[in-house]
Each structure stands twice: as C-alpha cells, then as structure tokens.
C-alpha cells in the first residue's frame, strides 16, 4: 500500500466484500423492477421497496468499521498503527457519508423521486449523512458499554424518526435541518474524542456513567435475603444485568418523546396532528425497544455474548431453569412495558384531552386494536427468536438484532402484499389461523421432547399449559371488549389474541439452549 488511506479503503473493502455484493444486488434488483410497469404492480413495489431497506441497512453496517466479533467495536488493534487519530477517524467516517449518499442518490432517482416529485432530496442527503455519523459513534464510542448504548441508541432512532417525519411532511423542515446541522459536528467530535481516549486508554465517561448506573440499581433491587435455590439466583443475576437498563431506557426514552411533543404542541396550532403522530412515534418506540431488549435477554449476562460462557454452562441448574430465567424476564419486561405505556398514555391524554381525529381512539369511546399491535409487539419481540439466539449459532447481538429487523421487515410486506390483494383483515384471517394451528403443534412436539429428555417435568409443563390457556382465555376476553363497536370482526380479534402469549418457544426455549449449551 502507498498510504495509510488506500490501507484502510481496502480493508474495508476487503472485510465486506459480501456486504458490496449485497448492495450492488439490491441496486440491481431495483433498476430491473425499474424497467418493468412498478407503479401499478404491488409485488414489484414490495420487492424494490425490500431492496431498498436491505441496501440502506447493509451500508450502514459496511461502513461502522468495527471488528465482527461477540463485542462489536472499533478495531482496537488499529490503535497500535503509526498513523494520527484523525485519519483513522476521519476515512471510515468520510467514506461512509459517501457511499449513503450514493445509495440514497440511486434510490431516489429510481423510486423515490418519480412517486413523489416534492420529495426532498437534499434535505434528506443532509438526514441520511446526519444518521450515519451518529451510529458511527454511538458504536465507536460506547460498543464496550452496551447498556449504555441501547439507551442512547434508542433515543437517538426515536429521534431521526422524528426528524425524518418533519422533514417528509414538510412541516417545520427549517427546524430540521438546522438540528442536523447540528448534530454532524457533534457526532464526529464525540467520535473523534472517543476513539482519541480509547486509544490512550483514558476514555472513562462511559465506565462512570455504567457505574452510577449499576450502585443506583444496585441500591434499587438490593437482595436483603439469601437465594433458596441456584435457580432464583440465577433469575435474579438475570434480572440485574439484562433487564434494568433496558427498563430505564424505555422510561427515559418516552420522557424525552413525550416532553418533546408537549413542547411542540403547545407552540404548534395542529394539535391532533401532533397528537397523532406522537402515537404513531410512541408505538414505534416501543416496538424497537422490545426487538432490542428481547435480543440482550437471550445473551449470556456474564460474557456479554449469546453464545453461552463456560460460568453459565457449568451452573448446576438444569436448561430449563436457565431458559425459564430468561422467559420469565420477558413476561415481566412485557408487563412493564404495558404500564409506563399505559402512564404515558394516561398523561398525555390528561395534557390534550381526548381527539376523535386520534387513530388510538375509535367509535363508542372503544380503543382500536392499533393497541392491539403494541401488545403484539411487546410479547413477540421481546420472546423474539429466542430459541434461535439460544443456540449460539449467532455470536453477537448485534448481528441477531439485524437479522431480526430483516425478518420483521419482509413480514411487514408480506402484510403490504395481503391487503392490496385479498383485504387486510381477511389475510390475518388466515394468518393468524395458520400461526395458531402450527403454535399448538410445534408446542405438543417441543414439550414432549423436553419432557423427554428430562430438560422440563411433566408438572412445569401441565402448570404452563394451564397458565397459557388461562392467560389466552384473558386475553381473548378483554380485546373483545375492548374491540366491540369497531370495523374488526370477532374471529380476528380471537385469533389475534391466543397469538399474544408465546407457547411453541417456551418449549423450544430450553432445548435450544441444551444444544448450546452442550457444543
């Protein structure tokens, strides 16, 4: 290599020859549904749409320049090079805004500018540049420290959703872009400092703010009384370092978004609107929260990794208990989630007053199951794939949250698909159908294996199936209730809610962590 520059532009080209190749496929998947009638065609709008999630999320993964291992962070053996920080800072950084501004370029000329010819190009050059550099940084500056940036991450995505709604609506975009304005600069001092400190092996911010974090937690959920069994100690060592950060995040989250939206409705004259799209902002909120915190429950607490340490594995509990643990974490989490949802619900209505225009609210002062999908996404997200992540076939957390988002992004156009072809309420139908039918009996085989393999007892099992069909009874009981005097018939409704509560991968659970546990 003649220079340090064209090192690291190769290695980064090297390292993620496969990532290019996905893009450059992506790009090429969109060019030939570009040639053929897209606009009237909904399988090709949803199959370039799925392109140009897939082609966006890779590239920001391409260019995080971070080592993949069960920690991602900046490569820390970069540090040792005889080059400034500056440079090692400034090439991936400098090569990342440019190549999410090609791809946001190519995809706009391609879609994006022919749907919408009012569409904001350069604002959203200025967003897309903004995004980047902030999740550079976020990751550079605290991937050491991943309590720490679930939290800020989620702040900051609630953030750039706002800001990207603002400035596709076109309301207040001069606000907009002057926050991104600001945020570049900020994003890559606080890159440029971070690494700078890592690299002198000084950069504490992080570590005292963990620290504070865990003697306030730690003062909370003190444990005045020994544990009775390994099992209850291994609940509560669960609970300590995979549950109470995620648990502040959302309530610190919520607080920013909903401070943020009372300070703008009181200086904005379009209350409903601001309303409105708080909802949505809320939701969306909660859904990432739930995805990301059921990722961090599967991991091992000790190793910080989801492929499970030798301290986990040789405990002398059984991999029932050790599934349990976490299961029982998500059932409390979702719970939790449900009440600071219902609080902020009660506040903010308590602030506006309730608005026929809002979309949470429906005819006959009945909630609309858009409650309903909230409840969906705390259950299922935060379960999640949890078998699958307990195998330690996938290493890093990051990497299965990724792989999580894709999964849920082609369902989300699979449901696209459904309701411009059959009507959106007939194809959950049938959906939901088909996932309770397959629930039940992949939930029959996983329990009589565990069973069988002595993982669980023949009373664990009787006592969660006698919980699981109370819960359901519950369940399809008040989203009746709740549901009654709207547009959504009673079958869905029911079906929608024996789907709530997770069955088939409680008894997945503990055999995929047997097989992780035992490679």
């Known amino acids: 290599m003649h220079s340090p520059i064209s ?47 897939v082609c966006f999320l890779v590239t920001f993964a391409i260019f995080s320049y971070a080592e993949s291992s069960a920690q991602i962070s900046f490569p820390t053996r970069t540090f040792a090079l005889p080059v400034r920080t500056r440079l090692l800072v400034n090439c991936p950084i400098l090569l990342g805004v440019v190549g999410i501004t090609l791809v946001h370029l190519a995809w706009a000329f391609l879609f994006l500018l022919p749907l919408d010819a009012s569409y904001p190009l350069e604002s959203f050059m200025l967003y897309w540049a903004a995004a980047l550099l902030t999740f550079q940084a976020l990751l550079w500056c605290l991937a050491n420290y991943p309590k720490s940036f679930v939290i800020v991450l989620v702040l900051a995505m609630a953030l750039f959703v706002r800001l990207g709604v603002v400035l596709f609506e076109n309301h207040d975009a001069i606000r907009a872009i002057i926050c991104l304005i600001i945020i570049l600069p900020v994003s890559y001092l606080c890159a440029r400092l971070g690494i700078q400190q890592q690299r002198r092996g000084q950069w504490q911010i992080p570590a005292k703010a963990q620290l504070l974090m865990k003697a306030a937690s730690g003062k909370l959920f003190l444990r005045k009384r020994p544990f009775a069994t390994a099992a209850q100690a291994q609940l509560w060592m669960e609970w300590q370092r995979n549950t109470v950060a995620p648990l502040i995040s959302l309530g610190i989250g919520l607080l920013v978004v909903c401070a943020g939206f009372v300070h703008l409705a009181a200086t904005d004259d379009v209350g409903a609107a601001i309303a409105s799209a708080w909802s949505y902002i809320v939701c969306a909120v909660l859904t990432l929260w739930a995805s990301i915190s059921g990722v961090l429950l599967a991991r091992d607490a000790s190793s910080k990794s989801l492929v499970l340490s030798s301290f986990l594995a040789t405990r002398p509990i059984t991999s029932g208990e050790l599934a349990f643990a976490k299961l029982k974490l998500t059932g409390w989490m979702s719970l939790a989630g449900w009440l600071i949802y219902a609080i902020a619900l009660y506040f903010w209505f308590n602030f506006f007053g309730p608005d026929p225009d809002l979309s949470i609210l429906s005819f006959n002062d009945a909630l609309v199951p858009a409650m309903g999908l909230v409840a969906l996404a705390l259950s299922w997200h935060l379960v999640g794939a949890l078998p699958l992540w307990l195998t330690g076939r996938i290493e890093s957390a990051a990497w299965a949250g990724l792989l999580l988002l894709g999964g849920y992004i082609a369902f989300g156009n699979i449901l696209q698909f459904l309701d411009r072809h059959f009507g959106l309420l007939v194809g959950l139908s049938w959906l939901f159908t088909f996932g309770l039918i397959a629930k039940i009996l992949i939930a029959v085989w996983a329990f009589g294996e565990a069973n069988r393999r002595g993982l669980l007892s023949p009373r664990v099992t009787v006592k969660y199936f006698a919980f699981w069909l109370l819960g359901t009874i519950c369940f399809v009981a008040i989203a009746s209730a709740i549901c009654a005097g709207t547009a959504f018939p009673q079958p869905l409704v029911t079906l929608g809610s024996a789907l709530l509560l997770p069955l088939a991968r409680v008894g997945l659970a503990p055999l995929a962590l047997a097989r992780g546990r035992h490679r």
């Open 7 to 53: 090192a690291i532009v190769w290695e980064i080209w090297r390292r993620n020859r496969w990532g290019f190749r996905i893009v450059l496929g992506s790009l090429l998947c969109g060019v030939t549904v570009r040639h053929f009638n897209w606009r009237e065609d909904e399988v090709l709008q949803m199959i370039a749409g799925t392109s140009m999630v």
